[in-house]
């Protein structure tokens, strides 16, 4: 009896990975080759863009890097914790790392889906880097951080005295 489902299947993934590599070579296709775009086609497509295909590599990228993992015990949970279950917003991008981030962009749009496609290409490498990183030191980006005291009060000089009103 399995304990823990996976995400997807590694036959699904390689579903997708295979439709992900399909979809850049379209995008590259249509980008770079002066051919003009018929309605028609984009229409079917929908909203193609470099980021969504770069949010789309990084998730299987993510995926494959848990398979790699497997299971792996899950951390003691206190949900009495102020700001339980937010994440700071420099989570993903902590969690990639630079290595990966500068693999995953680029100024220029060719060389930009070039690198998507080399990434999917090389999954398992780039996988197993995340995975031995996700292992070690970046751990440390799940843990529960107590919430920051409030502010005390500055010390400073009393307040002047208020002038007396001259009544004659």
Do not use: E
């Not at 494959?64 to 937010?86: C, D, E, K, Q």
């Not at 751990?139 to 920051?148: A, D, G, Q, Y």
Request: charged share 20%.
């Amino acid at each position: 009896m399995q304990m823990h489902r996976p995400i997807l299947t590694p036959h699904r993934l390689q579903r997708f990975i295979l439709w992900t590599l399909a979809m850049l070579a379209w995008f590259g296709a249509l980008m770079f080759v002066n051919a003009p775009l018929s309605p028609r086609h984009a229409m079917q497509r929908g909203d193609i863009s470099p980021a969504w295909l770069t949010r789309a590599v990084t998730a299987l990228l993510i995926i494959r890097a848990l398979h790699i993992l497997g299971r792996t015990p899950r951390p003691r949970v206190y949900y009495w914790v102020r700001n339980f279950g937010r994440r700071p917003s420099h989570f993903g991008r902590s969690l990639l790392g630079a290595r990966l981030r500068r693999a995953l962009k680029h100024k220029d749009p060719a060389t930009h889906v070039a690198r998507l496609v080399a990434l999917l290409r090389n999954l398992d490498g780039y996988a197993g880097h995340l995975a031995r990183c996700l292992r070690g030191r970046r751990r440390r980006l799940l843990r529960l951080t107590p919430p920051i005291a409030p502010a005390t009060a500055l010390a400073s000089s009393p307040p002047c005295a208020p002038a007396l009103a001259d009544s004659s």
